[in-house]
């Protein structure tokens, strides 16, 4: 049975943090009193305390004086489920002292807010399936109309959709009043009825309170109210999506191809914070469909330069990527003067024009066939210049409205919200990247050209904005120092400390090295773009860059051989591991996006467990020590290596006792898809530096946030961490990636109670102190160097470490902001934590510098990362999972999650699942992301 050599979890190389232990039938039972915890730097913790009968242990005693009292051990036992309260998040225990000041400036505004209340009503127009700016339009009327006398000069303000809020109420008390609203249409006019009725008087009084701390609890209605002041005037004028506001390109023009371009925006949202609310602007950008005739979008998609170069009718493969790409699109026809009719794309047609027939009724009430070519003619006098070409269906399918694509163009301001090809991704990232000096000086600009305090409805309901940032007093948080292996002979322990995010792995070996000694190289680039000579050199410059890292490659691969297609993929390494038993590593060089990749870790991960690298041609032929050096982090993590680990002297002191840090994430499908799943993530570290994880997958329903079988998966990762420790943890330190603000109370309420009782099943009493974070990077806070002498770097970035807890944060809860890593390009973007749950009474010092150094421990580079380790592998394994559903039939046009991976193919959106209905049960899918138990015991994802 193949066996990757020191996997780390059980069984390991010398100098391991714990002794290996014998398999064991049932986790969790053993002697407390005979047992003693291993730190890393060789001293002993004192054996925790046997606690009252029937109770888990406890903590160790008080700690030295002036230390804050000991973290309890103990969470209260899960009540019934019929008495189950609801979990609240708790209070902030304290700001943060570590760590040398600086002043930044955030690009948060100040609301000057009136007293008082706002009144809030329902509207309820019919039809009711029309567009936010058709109801926007319908109450712009009624309140201009007014023929009831109901508005009286006020200016209402409307989120489009259901709610309407006025200074001062409306005479109309509780009663509802309705309304007829008339629209000049093209043709016809389009009458609308509306009503209003009296909702709620919502208190400014109750959000003062809060903001300045005297109750716990947030009103959102009394947010929602300002936001929706905030918003009313820019949605009128500008294109709304989501929460940011977008106008049609004027003065720049940045094309990226495929019938898309880059528009410039700004984000706007209504922020609670400490004494005081809050503006949050930023620039922002996304990509729109070009308003353009539709002949040359299609050109545009289908890489044509000119329409006269396409003289035959599209081809099944041209017209199947021209439907992909312009169906749900809204066109407007241009064959009937002054009325722009506007419909939306449902198909396009397998026949052209000349040929597609449609049943037309004739005067005579005769139903006839007659071709789109002929009716154009007929009808419009009108020969079709591009009868070759198809036509669009638009509306409802089995209406059967064809319009030829030369009377079509494709309507303004339609956001794309499909995947964006590598190209477009790169042209985009290009024509948005802002230093942050320059990115400070557009948001100052944005705020001066909207000039919010000259808006109407804001004068109107009493409200302004200050409109210079907001000055927060931020702290560099100290790097922790990073901890390597000894030289060979020697027995000193080297060390790193990072600088500005990023530390020199030059002159130093892993701090558990692995020694490979048999291995195997297949190359699916082809021979003539990738030499034998290009493998050999590359395989003695890895080997020297290994044995300098402590990670020898020893003698020459035991097979070296040449392979073309996905299909070979499963037949090679089967007969590899027949072959050799002993066989540690498989570097796959492949030639550039390709479907072997997935196909690579679908076999080697899911299927026999070989630990496969994976290696561009590009790179093969050119090798730089830096993609050497990277290659050998991630061989030696994959064989159950340990790159480095923190010193263990400056660690937290969460560390004293057993401790697992866990991070979850869920990813979803493209935008776009409506069928495939979700799949959730939860890694686990499995030993106290902490520097090995363990992982566990599952796929959910599709766009599903909250992780449904999250009480399975963290029972199975805290029964491997006590295989792999001979300790049950004390604490639980859980960092969520994936929840958006909306989702923090359902996310809470579901998951912490998941791992109370993962605990509960494994052993009745045994209740670790749990901490739960959330992890957020998609939000719109940026931080700026008050002082010019603190930027960093050609971007003006701000340090690395740079950490806030004031000003800009929650009035109540435990949250704060850390920028953890040194940006390269662009603006920084720093993490948001917001502590959801803390039996363990973290400072927030201490949860601050853990969190920081978390972010030092990723595997995959010598850099800080932006969020800490356990939530980076979370999202790794989730993505390595969407790899794992892909079919095995690797037809390259539907094959790829094309996520950013090494190697990935990036032929189409998302994974494609095997095409036989058996294939998509849950079950099934279940089976395909199951990873082989011999990769489990190793960071496979890495």
């Known amino acids: 049975m193949f066996q990757p050599p020191s996997s780390g979890l059980g069984v390991g190389p010398p100098g391991r943090v714990f002794e290996p232990v014998k398999p064991i039938i049932r986790a969790f039972e053993f002697d407390r009193d005979a047992l003693t915890f291993m730190t890393t730097n060789g001293e002993k913790c004192p054996p925790v305390p046997p606690g009252p009968p029937g109770v888990p242990p406890g903590p160790p005693g008080p700690g030295p004086p002036g230390a804050r009292p000991p973290i309890p051990n103990l969470v209260p036992m899960m009540p019934p489920a019929h008495e189950q309260a609801e979990f609240t998040c708790p209070s902030r225990p304290n700001h ?7 002043m930044l400036r955030a690009n948060h505004f100040q609301i000057c807010m009136p007293r008082g209340h706002i009144h809030h009503y329902d509207v309820s127009i019919v039809p009711d399936k029309c567009p936010r700016r058709v109801n926007r339009e319908i109450i712009e009327t009624m309140v201009q109309v007014d023929t009831k006398k109901l508005f009286i000069g006020q200016k209402p303000v409307f989120d489009g959709r259901k709610n309407m809020y006025t200074r001062d109420p409306l005479p109309i008390g509780r009663d509802k009043i309705e309304l007829e609203v008339t629209l000049p249409g093209e043709g016809k006019d389009r009458v609308f009825n509306t009503s ?19 109750t716990r609890s947030i009103p959102l209605d009394a947010i929602q109210a300002l936001d929706v002041v905030m918003r009313h005037m820019p949605s009128m004028m500008y294109t709304p999506v989501g929460r940011s506001f977008f106008s049609q390109p004027e003065g720049y023009y940045h094309p990226l191809g495929g019938g898309r371009e880059v528009w410039f925006g700004f984000h706007q949202s209504v922020r609670p914070s400490q004494w005081k609310m809050m503006l949050n602007i ?13 002949i040359e979008f299609m050109c545009e998609v289908l890489d044509v330069k000119e329409i006269s170069e396409q003289k035959r009718p599209l081809t099944d493969s041209q017209r199947v990527k021209f439907t992909k790409e312009i169906k749900g699109l809204k066109i407007e026809i241009t064959h009937c003067g002054q009325m722009k009719r506007k419909y939306r794309v449902c198909n396009v047609t397998r026949r052209p024009a000349q040929t597609q027939t449609f049943p037309l009724q004739l005067e005579s009430g005769q139903t006839v066939e007659c071709t789109v070519a002929k009716y154009f003619l007929d009808k419009h006098r009108k020969r079709l210049l591009y009868p070759h070409l198809p036509c669009l269906q638009v509306g409802q399918e089995h209406k059967h409205t064809y319009l030829p694509l030369e009377v079509c163009n494709v309507v303004r301001g339609q956001r794309c919200i499909k995947k964006l090809t590598d190209m477009q991704t790169s042209t985009m990232i290009k024509a948005t990247a802002r230093s942050a000096p320059d990115r400070e000086k557009e948001i100052n600009s944005l705020v001066r050209k909207v000039n919010f305090n000259e808006d109407p409805y804001m004068q ?7 409109s210079t940032m907001t000055e927060v007093k931020g702290r560099v948080l100290p790097p922790p120092k990073i901890q390597y292996g000894g030289r060979s002979g020697f027995q000193t322990k080297q060390q790193a400390i990072p600088n500005q995010g990023v530390w020199d792995m030059r002159g130093k070996e892993f701090h558990t090295g692995v020694e490979i000694r048999t291995w195997a190289i297949a190359c699916f680039a082809p021979q003539r773009t990738c030499r034998e000579e290009a493998l050999r050199n590359f395989t003695a410059q890895l080997q020297k860059i290994s044995s300098d890292a402590g990670m020898p490659i020893l003698g020459q691969p035991v097979f070296c051989k040449y392979a073309t297609g996905p299909e070979q993929v499963e037949p090679m390494f089967r007969y590899l591991k027949n072959q050799w038993q002993e066989l540690q590593l498989v570097v796959v060089v492949l030639p550039g996006k390709t479907p072997v990749y997935a196909e690579v870790k679908r076999v080697g991960d899911t299927v026999l467990g070989m630990a496969t690298q994976c290696v561009q041609a590009k790179n093969v032929n050119k090798p730089s020590p830096q993609t050497l050096s990277n290659l050998c982090l991630k061989i030696n993590v994959k064989l159950g290596g340990v790159n480095n680990i923190l010193v263990p002297s400056i660690r937290p002191r969460v560390f004293n006792e057993p401790v697992i840090f866990l991070g979850a994430d869920v990813t979803h499908p493209p935008a776009g898809d409506n069928k495939k799943p979700s799949i959730a993530a939860l890694v686990g570290s499995m030993d106290a530096h ?4 363990a992982a566990t997958v599952r796929v959910q329903h599709h766009r599903q946030d909250i992780i449904q079988d999250l009480g399975n998966m963290v029972k199975e990762l805290l029964v491997q961490f006590y295989k792999a420790t001979r300790f049950k943890p004390s604490r639980i330190v859980f960092y969520r990636d994936g929840v958006s603000e909306g989702q923090f109370m359902p996310v809470l309420q579901h998951e912490l109670r998941a791992v109370r009782h993962a605990c509960m099943m494994l052993e009745v009493g045994y209740q670790p102190g749990i901490t739960f974070i959330v992890v957020q990077k998609r939000h719109h806070t940026r931080l700026f160097c008050a002082d010019k002498r603190e930027q960093i770097g050609r971007s003006g970035n701000i340090p690395a470490g740079t950490t806030v807890d004031v000003g800009i944060t929650h009035p109540t809860e435990f949250d704060f902001f850390l920028c953890s890593h040194a940006g390269i390009q662009g603006t920084s973007r720093p993490s948001h934590y917001h502590v959801l749950w803390d039996d363990n009474h973290f400072t927030a010092d201490e949860l601050q510098q853990l969190t920081y150094q978390l972010c030092h421990t990723y595997v995959r580079c010598t850099r800080s990362v932006s969020i800490p380790a356990p939530a980076y592998y979370a999202h790794l394994v989730a ?7 892909v079919e095995k039939e690797h037809d390259s046009s539907k094959c790829s999650p094309a996520y950013g991976e090494e190697g990935a193919s990036d032929y189409g959106e998302g994974s494609h699942l095997s095409g036989s209905s058996e294939d998509r049960t849950p079950a099934c899918l279940e089976r395909a992301v199951q990873v082989h138990q011999d990769a489990g015991r190793v960071m496979y994802f890495a």
């Open 879 to 885: 993505f390595r999972a969407r790899y794992h559903l």
């Open 690 to 693: 902490p520097s090995r994880y």
């Open 282 to 294: 930023d620039v922002s950008a996304t990509a729109f469909y070009k308003a353009q005739p539709v």
């Open 96 to 102: 943060g002292t570590e760590g040398r000041a600086i």
């Open 460 to 466: 109107e309901f009493g409200i302004s904005i200050n």
């Open 196 to 214: 209003l009725k009296w909702v709620a008087q919502v208190s400014l009084y109750a959000l003062e309170e809060a903001l300045e701390g005297r």
